[in-house]
């Protein structure tokens, strides 16, 4: 009977060192490769899906993403004229991106840093065609999505009158800040949406809470997002405010470059650079 008593006492031990180490690596954090790894491996996933997917993926991002430009709006027209009030209305920002973010949409700022990994580690000519197929497709179908929601704003009667005016005011004020201010202002927002995604592995229940946090940050900080920008490009342009050349020129193309180099250059490199030791050593 002993032996049977300690062989039961063993086993009852190891299932409570096994319980332990499962607890202790629940509660652990992440490791930067872990994290790198689960990136990295979303972003082979986004790379090998199709280009229909992909594009009506990207125009529904662009058409909820305009959620932030209308929340925004809908704050300012409705909140009293305070000093604070700027602060609150930007929490309406935070809208759309948590619609585009949590409901898996195919967002192109995420894509600065989602499908860069991938390519730092194979380094091939081939990946790199891929990740720039992507990143076409992707960018165009917001753009797409973007003028849709925007001609739904200011072509039809979809938007409260009293509301009209704060998005007019809210576009003219993202588009009019010049092709150098606004290529400046968009590298931290480049930044803020690649450090959202590296933190979003490991944000479980509280991803609801670092999108809005951070985003808010993006629309109190002032900075452009050329997503969330399209969209006022697309209102301004619309309402005859802006012409081709001003809204290439002046606002897309230099906001388009300020977000790459924040998400891809600045964020996208250092994190590589702190994880590449290990994934290359792990290799």
């Not at 490769?33 to 662009?62: D, F, N, P, Q």
């Not at 300012?76 to 602060?87: A, E, I, K, S």
Request: aromatic share 10%; net charge negative.
């Amino acid at each position: 009977m002993a032996p049977l008593i300690q062989r039961s006492v063993s086993r009852k031990k190891d299932k409570e060192k096994q319980a332990e180490e499962r607890s202790v690596s629940d509660a652990t954090a992440l490791s930067p490769r872990m994290i790198y790894e689960v990136i990295r491996r979303e972003g082979e996933e986004e790379l090998a899906r199709s280009k229909r997917s992909l594009i009506w993926s990207g125009i529904a991002a662009g058409i909820m993403i305009s959620l932030s430009v209308l929340a925004e709006a809908i704050f300012r027209t409705y909140l009293p004229d305070t000093p604070y009030r700027f602060l609150i209305e930007n929490l309406g920002y935070s809208m759309g991106f948590l619609a585009v973010i949590m409901g898996r949409m195919q967002l192109f700022t995420e894509n600065t840093i989602t499908t860069v990994l991938p390519i730092m580690r194979a380094r091939t000519w081939t990946s790199f065609v891929s990740m720039m197929r992507l990143w076409v497709i992707v960018l165009a179908a917001n753009v797409v999505g973007a003028f849709a929601a925007a001609a739904l704003f200011i072509c039809t009667p979809a938007i409260s009158p009293d509301v009209i005016p704060a998005i007019l005011d809210l576009s003219q004020h993202a588009t009019g800040m010049g092709a150098y201010e606004g290529f400046w202002r968009a590298i931290p927002a480049g930044v803020i949406v690649a450090l959202i995604v590296w933190m979003l592995p490991q944000a479980d229940e509280t991803a609801f809470f670092l999108i809005l946090v951070f985003t808010w940050l993006i629309a109190a900080g002032d900075f452009a997002h050329i997503v969330a920008g399209s969209v006022e490009m697309a209102v301004m342009v619309l309402d005859g405010q802006l012409g081709f050349s001003g809204a290439v020129f002046g606002f897309f193309l230099p906001v388009l470059s300020g977000n790459i180099i924040g998400g891809t250059i600045i964020f996208t490199l250092l994190a590589w650079g702190q994880v590449r030791d290990e994934v290359e050593g792990h290799d």
